[in-house]
C-alpha cells in the first residue's frame, strides 16, 4: 500500500510558478513510477507528467511541455513538479499518482492523493 499526499498549491498570477510535492508513505517508492493528473471543472481528469521509477524516462502533456517539469528524489520520498509560465487554462486540482507501470492514463495507477488545488487568475 502507498498513501500520497500532495502540497503546494495555490493561488498564483498567470506567468507565476509554483512547485507541488507528493509525498509518498508505505512500501518502498522507489519501487514505483509517478504520476501527475489534473482535472479542472466541469472536465475529465487528464494527464499531465509521467516518471519512471529511476527517474530516467519522463513524459508530459503537449499542453504542458516546455513550462512544466516533474522530478523525484527517491531519499525524500517526493516526487515534483515544477510549473513555470502558468496559464489560466492551467487551473484545476492536481493529483499525484503511483503504480508499477509507467504511463498516461489513469486507468494505469492504483494509488492516488486527494489532490491539491491550483488556481491561475488573469
Known amino acids: 500500500q502507498v498513501q500520497l499526499v500532495e502540497s503546494g498549491g495555490g493561488l498564483v498570477q498567470a506567468g507565476g510558478s509554483l512547485r507541488l510535492s507528493c509525498a509518498a508513505s508505505?512500501?518502498?517508492?522507489?519501487?514505483?513510477?509517478k504520476a501527475w493528473f489534473r482535472q479542472a471543472p466541469g472536465k475529465e481528469r487528464e494527464f499531465v507528467a509521467a516518471?519512471?521509477?529511476?527517474?530516467?524516462?519522463?513524459s508530459y502533456a503537449d499542453s504542458v511541455k516546455g513550462r512544466f517539469t516533474i522530478s523525484r528524489d527517491n531519499a525524500k520520498n517526493t516526487v515534483y513538479l515544477q510549473m513555470n509560465s502558468l496559464k489560466p487554462e492551467d487551473t484545476a486540482v492536481y493529483y499525484c499518482?503511483?503504480?508499477w507501470g509507467y504511463g498516461s492514463t489513469d486507468v494505469e495507477y492504483a494509488y492516488w492523493g486527494q489532490g491539491t488545488q491550483v488556481t491561475v487568475s488573469s
Open positions: 499518482a503511483a503504480d
Open positions: 508505505g512500501r518502498t517508492f522507489s519501487s514505483y513510477a
Open positions: 516518471i519512471s521509477r529511476g527517474g530516467g524516462m519522463t
